[in-house]
């Protein structure tokens, strides 16, 4: 079945750029996502990427697309200290299912 | 705030309970989802719902019942339940048609559910 991989840990200094990586498996995903859980919080979309692009910037936030590789990653430049959360990768088929990975937890340290 | 509202926010019930988790979004979106979320676990999917008709079911146990009586509304309805089930329930809705369109997850809150 469908598979989403992430890295659950990630630790990075105020100030610093982030990347956090996402492995998948279905080559029929149309849009992948990336979502951000605070604390207590649901899931709150960050960026999306539709699979037919490599690259997409959002003003600290940008995403990398490799399909052949099946890769995609979520940088986040000048890593601020409200940056620490739980961050989703995730996936949409061609059916409406959203396919989640396990969340990397990010920890900015001062 | 993403549009999506769950209650309520917290809830403590012993095994031999009845409840129910309530979700609304008036977004104008088609499609609604219940996940489940646990330390244990990533966020499994539990059932999806598109124009009221149940599309999934990700082999959820029959003590979880949900409910779709219309396209902005979804229940999830809890009987003897089980410590294990203890976890964070979430909520989502997406537009939920055309593969060539982006139709991003909104997610609710949470429910969080303590089985005492």
């Known amino acids: 079945g469908e598979d989403v991989e992430q890295s659950l840990f990630l630790s990075v200094r105020e100030g610093d750029s982030s990347v956090i990586n996402c492995t998948y498996t279905?080559?029929?995903?149309?849009?992948l996502y990336w979502y951000k859980q605070e604390p207590g919080a649901g899931l709150q979309l960050l960026t999306y990427?539709?699979?037919?692009?490599d690259m997409k910037q959002d003003q600290r936030l940008t995403v990398l697309l490799n399909k052949k590789d099946k890769h995609l990653s979520l940088r986040i430049a000048d890593t601020q200290t409200g940056d620490s959360a739980i961050y989703f990768c995730?996936?949409?088929?061609?059916?409406?299912?959203?396919?989640f990975g396990p969340g990397t937890r990010l920890s900015v340290l001062p | 705030e993403t549009g999506v509202t769950q209650t309520p926010r917290h809830l403590v019930m012993g095994m031999t309970n009845k409840k129910s988790l309530k979700c609304e979004q008036h977004?104008?979106?088609?499609?609604m989802y219940w996940y489940k979320q646990s330390a244990k676990k990533p966020l499994e999917l539990m059932f999806v719902?598109?124009?009221?008709?149940?599309?999934e079911n990700n082999s959820v146990p029959s003590r979880f019942s949900p409910e779709c009586p219309n396209s902005s509304h979804l229940f999830l309805h809890l009987h003897t339940l089980q410590p294990e089930d203890s976890a964070l329930y979430l909520c989502?809705?997406?537009?939920?048609?055309?593969?060539?369109?982006?139709?991003?997850?909104?997610f609710g809150q949470g429910t969080r559910l303590t089985v005492v």
């Open positions: 995730a996936e949409r088929d061609y059916g409406q299912n959203f396919v």
């Open positions: 279905d080559s029929s995903s149309t849009y």
């Open positions: 977004l104008g979106h088609n499609a």
């Open positions: 719902y598109n124009f009221k008709e149940q599309t």
């Open positions: 990427i539709f699979s037919n692009m």
């Open positions: 989502a809705s997406s537009q939920g048609t055309g593969v060539t369109k982006n139709t991003e997850a909104f």
